[in-house]
């Protein structure tokens, strides 16, 4: 039996103006997710965060609504490791290879584009400039918080080790925020901060791997949409950060593309 997909992107007529304002009508009339849960268990996430995903011929939109009664994002520097402070986060799968972006409350912005080790070979089509292992920005990564046992070397995901390269940019990128409430200032509660990114489809030709971009009508992609939260206790940084996704992936690892939510495009 086919499994039933977890989010249904319906296409929309003309563009959207990123600018971080998730009230506009667009986005009134979009589908939006149920509240995220915890990435672990599977339970409602410890604040509402809900999110859409539009799309037309030449681009796919994501929205994000994120309560916060402490809005804070200290980290402004371009590719600053941001899953250290609170953050959203949206990974989309290319099978051999996924990209991941993260961004804080300030609007800076995280980048990193994975390529599984085994689909890594001599003449493949990864085996470009762009993705040269020997440039200092290329690292080898096997998964998150999972260093121990037989997991030691490759992590918990069976394809083992990626290649990860963090001086990745994806061409045409926007990304905008809203913030309801002020930023570093904890003398007041926060209402949240809204979210709007927008990806020109012709950006995700090695994501796509040979499926059609724009999508046909029935395809389904798997992405990663979900949220970090740093929380103090105590004078002290609570670790693993508590994380929500749109759906549950029963272990503590973001990096599992067979777990990630199925999103499925429809052309009406």
């Avoid at 989010?7 to 997710?33: L, P």
């Avoid at 953050?87 to 290879?97: A, M």
Wanted: glycine share 8%.
């Amino acid at each position: 039996m086919k499994q039933a997909p977890d989010y249904i992107a319906h296409k929309i007529e003309g563009a959207i103006v990123i600018d971080g304002d998730t009230t506009k009508k667009v986005w009134q009339h979009a589908q939006w997710s149920k509240r995220f849960v915890d990435m672990v268990t599977g339970e409602p996430g410890m604040y509402n965060t809900q999110s859409a995903i539009v799309w037309n011929d030449t681009h796919v939109y994501f929205a994000f609504e994120a309560e916060e009664p402490f809005l804070e994002a200290k980290l402004t520097a371009r590719d600053s490791i941001i899953f250290l402070e609170n953050d959203l986060e949206l990974l989309i799968d290319g099978q051999d290879c996924y990209y991941e972006l993260e961004i804080n409350a300030a609007n800076t912005l995280y980048e990193v584009f994975f390529i599984w080790k085994d689909a890594y070979t001599k003449g493949s089509r990864f085996d470009i400039p762009e993705f040269d292992v020997h440039q200092p920005q290329a690292y080898t990564f096997g998964g998150d918080y999972d260093r121990t046992g037989a997991s030691f070397w490759k992590g918990r995901h069976p394809r083992g080790i990626r290649w990860a390269f963090t001086n990745f940019d994806l061409p045409g990128l926007e990304t905008a925020v809203q913030l309801q409430g002020s930023l570093n200032d904890h003398r007041d509660i926060d209402k949240g901060w809204t979210l709007e990114i927008a990806i020109p489809w012709t950006s995700l030709g090695l994501l796509a791997n040979g499926r059609s971009i724009p999508p046909r009508e029935g395809d389904i992609w798997n992405m990663f949409l979900g949220r970090f939260q740093k929380l103090m206790a105590g004078g002290q940084e609570v670790t693993p950060h508590p994380a929500m996704a749109m759906t549950s992936h029963g272990v503590y690892d973001t990096h599992l593309p067979d777990k990630w939510s199925k999103i499925l495009f429809r052309t009406y």
